[in-house]
C-alpha cells in the first residue's frame, strides 16, 4: 500500500499491486487495474519512488519471514 494526496488534499491509500499506469496529463493520473483513475498531488517520479520503496519493504519482509 502506498499513501498519496489527492488534488483536494484528501489522503488515500492505494493498494500499489494494482495500479496499471501512472500519467503526467499535466495532473498525476493513476489507473488501477479496474481501470479506476485517481487523481493525486504527487508527480510521476514520486509515485515510482513509493512503489518502488513498497516492492523493497514487502521483499525485505518475505526475506526475513523465509530465513
Known sequence: MIKVKTLNKE???VNAELI????????TVITL???K???VEEGVDQI????????RKISRF???TEG
Not at 20 to 27: H, S, Y
Open 48 to 55: 515510482i519512488d513509493k512503489v518502488i520503496n513498497y516492492h
Open 11 to 13: 489522503e488515500l491509500i
Open 33 to 35: 487495474t479496474s481501470k
Open 20 to 27: 496499471e499506469t501512472v500519467k503526467a496529463t499535466p495532473d
Open 37 to 39: 483513475k485517481i487523481l
Open 62 to 64: 518475505t526475506d526475513e
